[in-house]
């Protein structure tokens, strides 16, 4: 009974909105109208809905069908959803945009499966680059292998010929040069390791072309940038990708503690904002050591535009786990000499909590890459003493990835505001293999979405593309089955730490939408908020988990308009 009166109330106050809404927007003639569909709006006042009127790119009503239509006029344009899933547009809370857009027209390594295929993929591809251009990206990844053993550049100098190359492991953390790289950033045998990274050597002692973290930089500095015009088709690429699945919202992050790069994305952000053809919202983050250039000007964050705004600085306290760079409390069940390595970033810690303090008071968002349980830890111990020190503030402070994490640290999230900024496909890609490399005991507390959630941490989701896609469903699919990407843990991977289909859209709307400030203007379907929408070919909240891979994104509309819909 207490449960139908409760039912009861929740129709009547959703009525009552829809009403309430219906005659504020009186006087308005909606652009768009979207009826007959199942509408999740995220707004906790009026959760399901029928329909949503939009005025150009605001929303100005959500309700029942015949109170929607009733907002149409001579010229508005009605969209039938046939009974269809419309949810808020999804907001990837962690991407590398132009790089994610380059790969997208460069050669394609992620579905190599021996070293074979991989090095005739890169044959094949040279052949149609002009003599003397950089071979990069790739993102390839030897765990398909078997054995999955690292390769070098022997296995690609023929191939690639007079290209010099350099092509990235899935992760970030880790790239292959061949013979003419290395040549040319002038690493030999006496190259000495930098800082936060390691040239890996074989029996003798000279490089085999395997570069991790900080290390990558030595051949980064030598590669010249894009070409405009390869540029401006990587930015092409990136945008029809994220239309194409729903990601209507951004936000894009420092590649490396030495990435130098963000000014020159940021200007080609800023020319297709004004040429009318940035149809993705992006918050930018550069790094913290460059905090002084939003600080010296006086900018606060989130500063900009609805389409384009900066105030995000990102740092790193480790590498990745496939690289085995991710700082470790213990060493890898799989290299007992090996705890992983702290990044650049934090091989001076006190100076680097300077900048953060200095940073942080001038009113700049922090946002730390942390994967291994010792950096995630290390990063939430300087996060408190920013609390002691600069007082309290609604500065929303976040650790990127947090995949291994210490369970004596899961409620340190909520106690210091905290978020967890993670990416569930993630958990489904390294689960084929994270065990070997951390033991069983670690995995139980990896990629924990339910136990941060059970600890009250907000969770905002992402993909770390170009690390993994730029895929939202897909990354519901994984929050909600942990069903591994080589079909052998059908009950999912470490199944206690799967989460609802709710939670998980939540994180990639709300959640993400909180994570940059941005929750008062989208996130939700609720009349002021900005008109990105998104029409889903099935309702992934009455099918079964495994089934949301499948499901498609079938339109896609962005401040207002109808940017993508699928053939």
């Given at each position: 009974?207490?449960?139908?009166r409760?039912?009861?109330?929740?129709?009547?106050?959703?009525?009552?909105?829809?009403?309430t809404?219906?005659?504020?927007a009186?006087?308005?003639?909606?652009?768009?109208?979207?009826?007959?569909?199942?509408?999740w709006?995220?707004?906790?006042?009026?959760?399901?809905?029928?329909?949503?009127a939009?005025?150009g790119?605001?929303?100005?009503?959500?309700?029942d069908?015949?109170?929607?239509r009733?907002?149409?006029?001579?010229?508005?344009?009605?969209?039938?959803?046939?009974?269809?899933?419309?949810?808020?547009?999804?907001?990837?809370?962690?991407?590398?945009?132009l790089?994610?857009?380059?790969?997208?027209?460069?050669?394609?390594?992620g579905?190599?499966?021996?070293?074979?295929?991989?090095?005739?993929?890169?044959?094949?591809?040279?052949k149609?680059?002009?003599?003397?251009?950089?071979?990069?990206?790739?993102?390839?990844?030897?765990?398909?292998?078997?054995?999955?053993?690292?390769?070098?550049?022997?296995?690609?100098?023929?191939?690639?010929?007079?290209?010099p190359?350099?092509l990235?492991?899935?992760?970030?953390?880790?790239?292959?040069?061949?013979?003419?790289?290395?040549?040319?950033?002038?690493?030999?045998?006496?190259?000495?390791?930098?800082?936060?990274?390691?040239?890996?050597?074989?029996?003798?002692?000279?490089?085999?072309?395997?570069?991790?973290?900080?290390?990558?930089?030595?051949?980064?500095?030598?590669?010249?940038?894009?070409?405009?015009?390869?540029?401006?088709?990587?930015?092409?690429?990136?945008?029809?990708?994220?239309?194409?699945?729903?990601?209507?919202?951004?936000?894009?992050?420092?590649?490396t503690?030495?990435?130098?790069?963000?000014p020159?994305?940021?200007?080609e952000?800023?020319?297709?904002?004004?040429?009318?053809?940035?149809?993705?919202?992006?918050?930018?983050?550069?790094?913290?050591?460059?905090?002084?250039?939003?600080?010296?000007?006086?900018?606060?964050?989130?500063?900009?535009?609805?389409?384009?705004?900066?105030?995000?600085?990102?740092?790193?306290?480790?590498?990745?786990?496939?690289?085995?760079t991710?700082?470790?409390?213990?060493?890898?069940?799989?290299?007992?000499?090996?705890?992983?390595?702290?990044?650049?970033?934090?091989?001076?810690?006190?100076?680097?909590?300077?900048?953060?303090?200095?940073?942080?008071?001038?009113?700049?968002?922090?946002?730390?890459?942390?994967?291994?349980?010792?950096?995630?830890?290390?990063?939430?111990?300087?996060?408190?003493?920013l609390?002691?020190?600069?007082?309290?503030a609604?500065?929303?402070?976040?650790?990127?990835?947090?995949?291994?994490?210490?369970?004596?640290?899961?409620?340190?999230?909520?106690?210091?505001?905290?978020?967890?900024?993670?990416q569930?496909?993630?958990?489904?890609?390294?689960?084929?293999?994270?065990?070997?490399?951390?033991?069983?005991?670690?995995?139980?507390?990896?990629?924990?979405?339910?136990?941060?959630?059970?600890?009250?941490?907000?969770?905002?989701?992402?993909?770390?593309?170009?690390?993994?896609?730029?895929?939202?469903?897909?990354?519901?699919?994984?929050?909600?089955?942990?069903?591994?990407?080589?079909?052998?843990?059908?009950?999912?991977?470490?199944p206690?730490?799967?989460?609802?289909v709710?939670?998980?859209?939540?994180?990639?709307t709300?959640?993400?939408?909180?994570?940059?400030?941005?929750?008062?203007?989208?996130g939700?379907?609720?009349?002021?908020?900005?008109?990105?929408?998104?029409?889903l070919?099935?309702?992934?909240?009455?099918?079964?988990?495994?089934?949301?891979?499948?499901?498609k994104?079938?339109?896609?509309?962005?401040?207002?308009?109808?940017?993508?819909?699928?053939?």
């Amino acid at each position: 009974m207490n449960l139908r009166r409760i039912a009861l109330a929740l129709l009547a106050l959703s009525f009552c909105c829809a009403v309430t809404q219906a005659q504020e927007a009186q006087a308005k003639e909606a652009s768009l109208i979207l009826v007959n569909g199942k509408v999740w709006t995220e707004n906790p006042a009026q959760p399901l809905a029928h329909a949503v009127a939009l005025d150009g790119n605001k929303i100005i009503a959500v309700g029942d069908d015949s109170t929607i239509r009733k907002l149409a006029g001579p010229d508005t344009k009605i969209i039938d959803l046939h009974g269809r899933l419309l949810v808020p547009g999804f907001n990837d809370a962690h991407v590398h945009f132009l790089d994610g857009g380059a790969g997208l027209i460069s050669v394609e390594l992620g579905t190599a499966n021996s070293p074979a295929e991989f090095k005739e993929r890169i044959a094949k591809f040279a052949k149609t680059r002009a003599p003397g251009t950089w071979l990069r990206n790739g993102n390839w990844d030897h765990q398909r292998w078997n054995p999955p053993n690292l390769p070098t550049r022997q296995l690609i100098d023929d191939a690639t010929g007079d290209h010099p190359v350099l092509l990235w492991r899935t992760d970030g953390h880790m790239a292959l040069a061949n013979s003419l790289a290395l040549k040319l950033a002038g690493i030999d045998r006496s190259t000495k390791d930098p800082p936060g990274g390691e040239i890996v050597r074989d029996k003798d002692g000279n490089p085999t072309g395997m570069l991790k973290d900080s290390a990558t930089a030595l051949v980064v500095r030598v590669i010249p940038p894009l070409p405009e015009a390869e540029q401006d088709q990587a930015m092409e690429a990136a945008i029809h990708e994220a239309a194409a699945h729903g990601i209507t919202s951004v936000q894009n992050l420092a590649d490396t503690p030495e990435d130098e790069s963000q000014p020159d994305v940021f200007r080609e952000f800023q020319k297709y904002e004004r040429a009318g053809k940035l149809t993705v919202r992006i918050y930018q983050g550069v790094r913290v050591r460059d905090w002084k250039m939003y600080a010296d000007p006086g900018i606060v964050a989130p500063f900009g535009s609805s389409l384009l705004r900066i105030g995000n600085l990102k740092a790193f306290a480790d590498g990745a786990l496939g690289s085995e760079t991710a700082w470790m409390d213990e060493p890898f069940a799989n290299n007992p000499s090996n705890r992983g390595l702290a990044s650049p970033d934090l091989l001076d810690v006190e100076k680097f909590y300077g900048e953060m303090r200095a940073a942080d008071k001038a009113g700049l968002q922090l946002t730390i890459h942390a994967i291994g349980d010792r950096a995630i830890r290390t990063v939430l111990d300087l996060y408190a003493r920013l609390e002691q020190d600069n007082g309290p503030a609604d500065r929303r402070p976040r650790i990127e990835h947090v995949q291994h994490i210490h369970p004596a640290d899961y409620p340190r999230f909520a106690k210091l505001g905290v978020i967890a900024s993670m990416q569930p496909y993630h958990a489904i890609d390294d689960g084929r293999w994270a065990e070997k490399v951390i033991g069983p005991e670690r995995a139980h507390s990896s990629y924990a979405w339910k136990s941060l959630l059970d600890a009250g941490a907000t969770l905002a989701f992402g993909s770390d593309w170009s690390v993994a896609p730029l895929d939202a469903v897909l990354g519901i699919y994984a929050a909600t089955t942990r069903q591994t990407l080589d079909g052998k843990n059908p009950g999912g991977w470490i199944p206690e730490q799967r989460i609802t289909v709710a939670q998980a859209v939540h994180a990639y709307t709300v959640g993400s939408a909180f994570a940059e400030h941005q929750e008062k203007v989208k996130g939700s379907i609720e009349p002021g908020k900005l008109a990105d929408l998104v029409i889903l070919s099935d309702d992934i909240f009455s099918i079964a988990p495994e089934e949301i891979q499948h499901t498609k994104v079938d339109l896609t509309i962005f401040d207002g308009r109808v940017i993508y819909e699928r053939k």
